[in-house]
Antibody
């Protein structure tokens, strides 16, 4: 069964750093564009960052640009999110999710949706 | 940034009802749209992609329509397990954006 498992969440003070991991089991991440999505308590979904299968495409939400860094290790079948200079407003459940595609990420003919999701890991930033 | 506006924000319905949720993009996104269902305490689940394509394993009572700026998710006959929050999401351009969500509640 294809699964994503996040880890690395925790409680920390503003200004701190944390690295989230998302490890795939039962399938290879190579052909997946991987995304981090977060959800603040009682709020909707917010897209955070995306990395394509070959890491050529890297994108960030303005709210995290310059503070968060997305990366992946396809050998370890793992996605990462390095979170620095954390703020209270970064408090959320962080989900990793993947969109399957083939060929060049920029030449996709259509959007396949994020069809695999992790269970989420909670990040709490509080003084 | 492309804004995604969902309506209504919540709807009360009964089992067997037909439910329609709309999503409007602030600019054209072709058909680069997906719909997700989220139940409390769970991760979202993909229902529809490319605006109209039903994800494998998703019941056929779910359907999507639209292109350009106006999209619709329809549940033809609401079932007890469908009470959840639904989100649209565009992937036409970065930053990717989600709608605010529509909570489908029991009447």
């Amino acid at each position: 069964e294809a699964q994503l498992l996040e880890s690395g969440g925790g409680l920390l003070q503003p200004g701190g750093s944390l690295r989230l991991s998302c490890t795939a089991s039962g399938f290879s991440l190579n052909n997946y564009a991987m995304t981090w999505v977060r959800q603040a308590p009682g709020k909707g979904l917010e897209w955070v960052s995306l990395i394509s299968g070959s890491s050529i495409a890297l994108y960030y939400a303005d709210s995290v640009k310059g503070r968060f860094t997305i990366s992946r290790d396809n050998v370890k079948n793992t996605l990462y999110l390095q979170m620095d200079s954390l703020r209270v407003e970064d408090t959320a459940i962080y989900y990793c999710a993947g969109e399957y595609y083939t060929g060049n990420y920029y030449h996709r003919k259509s959007y396949n949706g994020m069809d695999v999701w992790g269970q989420g890991t909670t990040v709490t930033v509080s003084s | 940034d492309i804004q995604m506006t969902q309506s209504p924000s919540s709807v009360s319905a009964s089992v067997g009802d037909r439910v329609t949720i709309t999503c409007r993009a602030s600019q054209g996104i072709n058909n680069w749209l997906a719909w997700y269902q989220q139940k409390p305490g769970k991760a979202p689940n993909l229902l529809i992609y490319a605006a109209t394509t039903l994800q494998s394993g998703v019941p056929s009572r779910f359907s999507g329509s639209g292109s350009g700026t106006d999209f619709t998710l329809t549940i033809s006959s609401l079932q007890p397990e469908d009470f959840a929050t639904y989100y649209c999401q565009q992937a036409n351009s970065f930053p990717l954006t989600f709608g605010g969500g529509t909570k489908v509640e029991i009447k």
